[in-house]
């Protein structure tokens, strides 16, 4: 016999159909379809907030869920929060309206989640939480987390800039002076969106190597919330207000490429008057690394999709998943002889 909410949860997936352009689907009562069934990803709804498209990356990202989506037969109900909080989490409880399996989620901060997982842990509906980390009161909110180790880029980050600087003491001259120069290394930082968890991540891993480190200075460090054209403006006004910049750390692809263009529009060389490290490894990015203009790329994985789906497919079957998982990453750098074998990056 059918229960209330089986009869629901039937009512409100076929709301669904009408609202996502006609999926099939069907009641996950008992004796309608199998765990066996359910494990191959036979009518589980997955709904997924994604923040936005702010980049190469982000797209990339995106498209790797919809892709393995597709490929396993786990349909998704995709909501784009356009990078805005409020967006995102009307987007959650619109999910757990439409009584979803599984909800997943990109936070685009790492606070004010608790109220809405809540509500989703309430209507019997597991979270995960994807490529940025929360912080949360109660960890049973949500499942697992599957991402990048925002700590380690930072800290990888770091010791390629030990290694380059010690290497090449003492500093070579300044443009307004002919003399070498001695002192700290003087860095200057572009950070990703303030109150995220990769933003606070990288910048904290990257502390922890040289904020005790008196061979290097952090003299500047501003947001430019993982956009190009955010790396541009806050670049030129470094360039202004900062003298002697010997390096540049910037949490990720897009902000670099802003900022290389700021350097080349004053006739500095990136990569030989400032050193420039930078996350994610977009091809564009990739690029300057070969040509020179970047010293160190560090990856940040965001073909994250397959993963998603097998951790879904678990949920949705009432199994238990990792608390943790961290997605393989490679660093790339100057004077590797095999980067010219770096198959397309896709993103």
């Known amino acids: 016999m059918r229960t209330r909410r089986q ?10 159909a009408l609202a996502f352009a006609g999926f099939a689907l069907v009641s996950c009562a ?22 936005g498209a702010e980049s190469a990356w982000r797209n990339c990202n995106t498209k790797s869920v919809q892709d393995a989506a597709a490929a396993s037969g786990i349909q998704l109900l995709f909501e784009n929060a356009e990078q805005k909080q409020e967006n995102q989490i009307k987007a959650i409880r619109s999910f757990i309206a439409y009584q979803v399996d599984v909800i997943a989620f990109v936070p685009i901060v790492s606070d004010g989640w608790d109220n809405v997982l809540r509500e989703a842990r309430d209507a019997g509906i597991p979270v995960l939480v994807t490529d940025r980390k929360i912080t949360t009161a109660d960890e049973t909110l949500f499942a697992g987390f599957i991402g990048t180790d925002s700590d380690r880029e930072g800290i990888e980050a770091a010791q390629f ?6 290497a090449r003491r003492p500093l070579p001259p300044s443009r307004a002076s002919s003399r070498p120069r001695v002192g700290p290394v003087r860095v200057v ?17 990257f ?23 955010k ?20 949490h990720n692809d897009g902000m670099t490429l802003g900022a290389l263009d700021a350097m080349r529009e004053r006739g500095i060389v990136p ?21 020179g203009e970047v010293n160190c790329v560090i990856e940040c994985n965001p073909k994250t999709g397959p993963s998603i789906m097998d951790l ?17 990453e490679r660093v790339f750098s100057e004077g590797d002889p095999n980067l010219d074998e770096i198959p397309p990056r896709g993103y």
């Open 7 to 16: 009869d629901y949860r039937a009512a409100a997936r076929w709301l669904v």
């Open 30 to 51: 008992p004796g309608k379809t199998s765990a066996k069934s359910k494990a191959k990803g036979d009518d589980i709804i997955l709904g997924f907030s994604q923040i």
């Open 161 to 166: 800039l030990e290694d380059k600087f010690r």
């Open 189 to 205: 930082e572009l950070s990703g969106t303030e109150g995220s968890s990769a933003a606070t991540g990288r910048a904290r891993g």
């Open 207 to 229: 502390r922890s190597i040289l904020g005790a480190d008196k061979d290097f200075e952090i003299v500047r460090s501003e947001s430019g919330d993982f956009l190009r054209s």
């Open 231 to 250: 790396g541009y403006e806050i670049m030129l006004k470094l360039l202004d207000e900062v003298p002697h910049i010997d390096a540049l750390f910037s």
């Open 271 to 291: 990569g030989q008057d400032i050193v420039i490290v930078s996350i994610d490894a977009e091809q564009a990015a990739i690029d300057a690394l070969k040509a």
């Open 312 to 328: 879904t497919r678990k949920l949705a079957c009432g199994q238990p998943i990792p608390r943790l998982l961290h997605v393989e």
